[in-house]
Structure formats: structure tokens, C-alpha cells
């Protein structure tokens, strides 16, 4: 049996202070929900059949997000990209897998750091000891790097450090809510971050045994499997799995169906990147988080991507304040991009408009 390292044990490792305590800016969420939002309770995901043997686990709406999953079917294995942000979603979904094959999980593909995509990695480490966890060189470094973003070992501490509060605000907001309906949705959005703080206080980090650093082939039986590093986006160290004969390709955070997270990213190379991407050859994309979307939302999400920095460039030339540019920017964009990126209850336009703003003005005119 694989030695499981506790948490503790690694950030020992890193010369990290446990004890640390943190509390989380609202800029450092790379989820934050709402406290009234409509979450689901129950289902984690559904299980959608994209081509023959490759699947997208599409994550439900809860408070504390999971990321989606794809199911790679081989002739003696599965490899699953990506591991929720918490071993029982990983574990509810190994069981959905042992439901349509036997076979073991093999791989683990991790498209970049953040903790929604990593931290059930510990499920399938334990169902199958001699589990390959694939990350891209950059990710291996920013999962135990302090300042790395929204993911990673030391981001488990910072969360165990705010959780709590975080916890006590649910708490007077349910007591504040006079609307049964929204009473009882903060009720429950409370109870997941109970569960979701208790699940990550026993948290094993099991971090990547293999890293690729440029675009590897992997011939798994009976399927190709390609990772492909584009370039820097979502973070410095996205990969990209693709399947060149079935036509699907796994993007992480990189591409989904709710707006984008730019906290930890590159806005003007993330254009780029997309349109590497959009060079291969494939009809289905499983997104980091939303529904299987056809390869024309990369077109809509990039577009979105090139107008929000042309948008926010132009009034910060004319010298607009932080303030009216998100205002500005906002009802500039909403015709075009409202829509089409508000079709869940999580990441919708309005929810991260204003941070997208700011970001982008940090990052790309300002170059902080
Ligand atoms: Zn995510
Ligand atoms: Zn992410």
C-alpha cells in the first residue's frame, strides 16, 4: 500500500506553518457563491455518453463547487481527468464508474491546480495503489507553491482558516432571512459547507507522480489519449486532454460554460492559447464546469474574452475609475455575452462581471 500523506505531513514537508491561520479575500475565491444561491442537495453530477466509452460527469450546482469530470474507458483501464473538490464527489462518481466497467482507474489527469480539480485525487490513489496522477510541470509546482492561487496544499490551510467564519455568516444570514424559500436555501447552502469543512479536515493531498512539460501522447490500450500544453490561460500550467478519434477535448477551466475565473490567469495569452486549441480537430468540448458545449463556444467564450480587454483597455484610456469601467464595461458587454453566460446558478455573467473587470485592468493595463 502507497504511503498517504496527511496534510499536515506535506505542508511539514514544505516548511509551511500549519497553524497559520487566513482569512480568505473575496478575490481569492475562485468559487464564491452566493449565500441564498439555488444549490442542488443531493446529485453530484450527471453522467453524460459523449463518444463510444468516453464520458462528462457534469457537476451539479452546489455551494461548495465540484468541477466536471471526463471518463476515458480503455481496453484495461479508466483514466478520469479531473477529481472534484472533495473525496465523497470522487467517490459517488468511482462508484458511477465501477457501474459501467470494472476495470480499474489507472490514470488521473489533473488539468490544473485549482482545488476543485484536485482535491478527490486521494479516492483513486486508494482504490487503485498504483494510480498515475498526470499533471503538467507547472501544476505539480503551483499545487505546493504558498502564493500559487486558488489551489493547492497551503489553499487548504487558508480554506480551514475561513471556513469558519464563512460558516458563522451562513449562519446569521438564515437567522436574518424572513422568505421561507430563501431561509431554507441558505439552510442548506450551510449545511454542504458544514460537510464540506469536516471532509476537509481529514483531506489526504495526493499529488501528481508524473508531469509532462510539452504535449505528450499517451497510448492507452485500445486509445490515444494527447495532453496538450497551449500555453498559458486559466493558469500557467493548463493541459489539455484530447481524443483525437472520438473528437473531444477535456479543457478544464480553460474553456466552460460560465463565465471565466481570471484570479490566477493570463488574459491576453489565454486568447492566444484558445486559438491553438481551436486548431485541433474535435466536435465536443467537456468543459471545467457546465454542460458538453460543441466546439463553437470556444469561438463565443474567447470572443467574450478579446472584447471584455478591448472594453476595459478603451475606458481605462479614457480614463474611467475602476468603478464606472465595471459599471461601464458591464452593460457594454451584457447584449452580447449576458445570455449565453448565465445559463446555471453558479458563474453567471452578472456574479463575476465586476471581478472580471478588475482583473483584466490589474493584469493587462496596469500589469501588475
Ligand atoms: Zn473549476
Ligand atoms: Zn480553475
Same mark, same amino acid.
Given at each position: 500500500?502507497?504511503?498517504?500523506?496527511?496534510? !499536515?505531513?506535506?505542508?511539514?514537508?514544505?516548511?509551511?506553518?500549519?497553524?497559520?491561520?487566513?482569512?480568505?479575500?473575496?478575490?481569492?475565491?475562485?468559487?464564491?457563491?452566493?449565500? *441564498?444561491?439555488?444549490?442542488?442537495?443531493?446529485?453530484?453530477?450527471?453522467?453524460?455518453?459523449?463518444?463510444?466509452?468516453?464520458?462528462?460527469?457534469?457537476?451539479?450546482?452546489?455551494?461548495?463547487?465540484?468541477?466536471?469530470?471526463?471518463?476515458?474507458?480503455?481496453?484495461?483501464?479508466?483514466?478520469?481527468?479531473?477529481?472534484? *473538490?472533495?473525496?465523497?464527489?470522487?467517490?459517488?462518481?468511482?462508484?458511477?464508474?465501477?457501474?459501467?466497467?470494472?476495470?480499474?482507474?489507472?490514470?488521473?489527469?489533473?488539468?490544473?491546480?485549482?482545488?476543485?480539480?484536485?482535491?478527490?485525487?486521494?479516492?483513486?490513489?486508494?482504490?487503485?495503489?498504483?494510480?498515475?496522477?498526470?499533471?503538467?510541470?507547472?501544476?505539480?509546482?503551483?499545487?505546493?507553491?504558498?502564493?500559487?492561487?486558488?489551489?493547492?496544499?497551503?489553499?487548504?490551510?487558508?480554506?480551514?482558516?475561513?471556513?469558519?467564519?464563512?460558516?458563522?455568516?451562513?449562519?446569521?444570514?438564515?437567522?436574518?432571512?424572513?422568505?421561507?424559500?430563501?431561509?431554507?436555501?441558505?439552510?442548506?447552502?450551510?449545511?454542504?459547507?458544514?460537510?464540506?469543512?469536516?471532509?476537509?479536515?481529514?483531506?489526504?493531498?495526493?499529488?501528481?507522480? !508524473?508531469?509532462?512539460?510539452?504535449?505528450?501522447?499517451?497510448?492507452?490500450?485500445?486509445?490515444?489519449?494527447?495532453?496538450?500544453?497551449?500555453?498559458?490561460?486559466?493558469?500557467?500550467?493548463?493541459?489539455?486532454?484530447?481524443?483525437?478519434?472520438?473528437?473531444?477535448?477535456?479543457?478544464?477551466?480553460?474553456?466552460?460554460?460560465?463565465?471565466?475565473?481570471?484570479?490566477?490567469?493570463?488574459?491576453?495569452?489565454?486568447?492566444?492559447?484558445?486559438?491553438?486549441?481551436?486548431?485541433?480537430?474535435?466536435?465536443?468540448?467537456?468543459?471545467?464546469?457546465?454542460?458538453?458545449?460543441?466546439?463553437?463556444?470556444?469561438?463565443?467564450?474567447?470572443?467574450?474574452?478579446?472584447?471584455?480587454?478591448?472594453?476595459?483597455?478603451?475606458?481605462?484610456?479614457?480614463?474611467?475609475?475602476?468603478?464606472?469601467?465595471?459599471?461601464?464595461?458591464?452593460?457594454?458587454?451584457?447584449?452580447?455575452?449576458?445570455?449565453?453566460?448565465?445559463?446555471?446558478?453558479?458563474?453567471?455573467?452578472?456574479?463575476?462581471?465586476?471581478?472580471?473587470?478588475?482583473?483584466?485592468? !490589474?493584469?493587462?493595463?496596469?500589469?501588475?
Amino acid at each position: 500500500m502507497a504511503k498517504q500523506w496527511t496534510r !499536515r505531513q506535506v505542508l511539514a514537508q514544505m516548511g509551511i506553518a500549519a497553524a497559520a491561520v487566513h482569512t480568505l479575500d473575496p478575490h481569492e475565491l475562485c468559487c464564491a457563491v452566493p449565500a *441564498s444561491a439555488e444549490t442542488a442537495d443531493k446529485d453530484l453530477f450527471e453522467l453524460r455518453k459523449v463518444a463510444d466509452g468516453v464520458y462528462a460527469a457534469v457537476a451539479a450546482a452546489r455551494y461548495k463547487v465540484n468541477s466536471n469530470a471526463a471518463v476515458i474507458v480503455t481496453d484495461d483501464g479508466v483514466v478520469v481527468v479531473d477529481s472534484h *473538490s472533495k473525496p465523497s464527489a470522487a467517490r459517488a462518481l468511482y462508484t458511477e464508474i465501477q457501474g459501467i466497467t470494472k476495470k480499474p482507474v489507472r490514470k488521473i489527469v489533473n488539468t490544473h491546480f485549482h482545488w476543485d480539480h484536485w482535491q478527490g485525487n486521494e479516492v483513486y490513489k486508494a482504490a487503485n495503489p498504483g494510480l498515475e496522477i498526470v499533471a503538467s510541470q507547472r501544476t505539480q509546482e503551483n499545487l505546493t507553491r504558498a502564493d500559487a492561487g486558488v489551489g493547492g496544499v497551503p489553499y487548504i490551510e487558508k480554506q480551514l482558516g475561513a471556513l469558519p467564519g464563512e460558516i458563522d455568516k451562513l449562519k446569521d444570514d438564515a437567522r436574518r432571512a424572513t422568505d421561507p424559500t430563501t431561509k431554507a436555501r441558505i439552510e442548506a447552502n450551510l449545511e454542504q459547507a458544514e460537510a464540506y469543512l469536516s471532509e476537509l479536515k481529514q483531506l489526504r493531498p495526493t499529488l501528481p507522480t !508524473r508531469t509532462v512539460s510539452t504535449t505528450v501522447t499517451l497510448r492507452e490500450q485500445g486509445r490515444e489519449i494527447q495532453l496538450h500544453l497551449l500555453g498559458r490561460g486559466h493558469t500557467d500550467g493548463d493541459l489539455y486532454v484530447y481524443l483525437p478519434k472520438e473528437k473531444v477535448v477535456a479543457t478544464g477551466d480553460a474553456l466552460i460554460d460560465w463565465m471565466p475565473f481570471l484570479n490566477d490567469g493570463y488574459p491576453e495569452e489565454w486568447v492566444q492559447t484558445l486559438s491553438a486549441l481551436e486548431k485541433l480537430d474535435f466536435t465536443h468540448i467537456i468543459p471545467g464546469h457546465g454542460e458538453v458545449v460543441p466546439k463553437a463556444h470556444l469561438t463565443f467564450f474567447r470572443g467574450y474574452l478579446t472584447d471584455l480587454i478591448a472594453a476595459v483597455k478603451k475606458a481605462a484610456g479614457e480614463g474611467a475609475t475602476l468603478e464606472e469601467m465595471q459599471k461601464k464595461v458591464g452593460d457594454q458587454l451584457a447584449p452580447r455575452y449576458e445570455q449565453g453566460m448565465s445559463k446555471y446558478p453558479l458563474g453567471r455573467y452578472r456574479d463575476r462581471i465586476g471581478l472580471n473587470v478588475e482583473m483584466v485592468y !490589474r493584469k493587462v493595463v496596469k500589469k501588475a
